[in-house]
């Protein structure tokens, strides 16, 4: 990791263009590592001082702070960082399965594999979250992982775990009319109440829902998740995690409430625009989604995803907070 992140340091971020999308946004990717360290203190204390001690050494870090709630969106910052790094970690933060044919293994390239000595933070590229997340937990929990490298792993894997449960970073819808991926509805417009202008459907669900369902303060929105954190609900949620593919059930998992809650009440009305270009960071018309359709969205389908993108956010605290303890034992 070193060497990849040597190359790309002091480059300003504010100069590249978008990535497909940034799972949950800042606020959400905080709110789950935050929630995860408060689960740590209660059930691992000695977990959560191992995870500060590996964060602490993060010196040469001029992307984020590095608190764990900060060190949750490095990877989105260090994405948007260079060329050469979205060229190597972009589709590491998601799987796009198909939504009309669904094959993991398809959507992860295959699952390529890490050649001998190669560390998972330098490939191979391209693969899927559900490969990476593996990867790095193994690295984690490895004694014999050089400390950069268990920085490093640490880092992807607070962000990644909730990218995969972001179900729009497990989907990927084909337009039927117009033969275009909708890169997991980055291509789709929505519009909501009264607006005229369109947001991307995959923007809705990574920042506006997180707003609307936990508000932007981090006091605010742990007061509305702890609720969540019934013994009931984590037993639940953790009882896919006795086989070796509970990363890919977590994805398969997101697939489906992307297709039950996040294009359903979408993509099945009748659009309001046929042919909207939505535009990229610089202002050009975004040439990946070519003219695209906009549906407008009501007060039903804002409650129903709010609820989900909450459980959500709730669930990978939880599972964030069970893996560390596993790797870090």
Not at 41 to 47: F, K, L
Not at 80 to 97: G, K, L, N, Y
Not at 182 to 199: E, T
Not at 296 to 316: F, L
Request: aromatic share 8%; with cysteine; glycine share 6%.
């Amino acid at each position: 990791m070193r060497a990849l992140l040597g190359a790309f340091a002091g480059v300003s971020i504010a100069v590249l263009t978008p990535s497909n999308g940034f799972a949950w946004g800042n606020e959400g990717h905080e709110y789950i590592a935050t929630l995860a360290a408060e689960i740590l203190q209660a059930d691992s204390p000695e977990t959560l001082k191992k995870v500060d001690d590996i964060l602490a050494t993060d010196t040469g870090n001029d992307l984020t702070g590095t608190d764990i709630a900060s060190e949750a969106t490095w990877a989105d910052a260090f994405r948007s960082s260079s060329q050469h790094a979205r060229d190597i970690t972009e589709q590491w933060h998601f799987v796009d399965i198909d939504y009309d044919h669904p094959d993991v293994d398809a959507a992860c390239f295959n699952h390529p594999r890490l050649t001998a000595g190669e560390e998972a933070s330098q490939g191979p590229s391209p693969d899927c979250v559900i490969d990476k997340i593996t990867q790095f937990a193994d690295e984690l929990g490895n004694s014999a992982t050089s400390d950069d490298e268990r920085l490093a792993a640490l880092k992807f894997l607070l962000h990644f775990v909730g990218d995969i449960h972001q179900p729009l970073h497990a989907a990927d819808h084909k337009d039927a009319d117009t033969g275009r991926d909708d890169r997991g509805g980055n291509c789709v417009g929505i519009l909501r109440g009264h607006a005229q202008n369109p947001a991307r459907l995959h923007s809705y669900w990574d920042t506006a829902l997180v707003i609307h369902a936990l508000s932007k303060g981090t006091d605010v929105a742990m007061g509305r998740l702890r609720p969540l954190l019934t013994e009931a609900n984590k037993n639940k949620w953790l009882s896919d995690t006795g086989g070796d593919d509970w990363a890919s059930k977590w994805a398969q998992e997101s697939y489906q409430l992307a297709r039950d809650h996040a294009y359903a009440g979408v993509i099945d009305r009748n659009p309001a625009q046929t042919d909207f270009l939505f535009k990229d960071f610089h202002g050009n018309v975004d040439l990946k989604c070519g003219p695209s359709k906009v549906y407008r969205i009501d007060t039903a389908y804002d409650a129903q995803a709010s609820e989900v993108a909450k459980e959500q956010i709730a669930k990978s605290a939880v599972r964030l907070s069970w893996l560390l303890q596993q790797k870090l034992k």
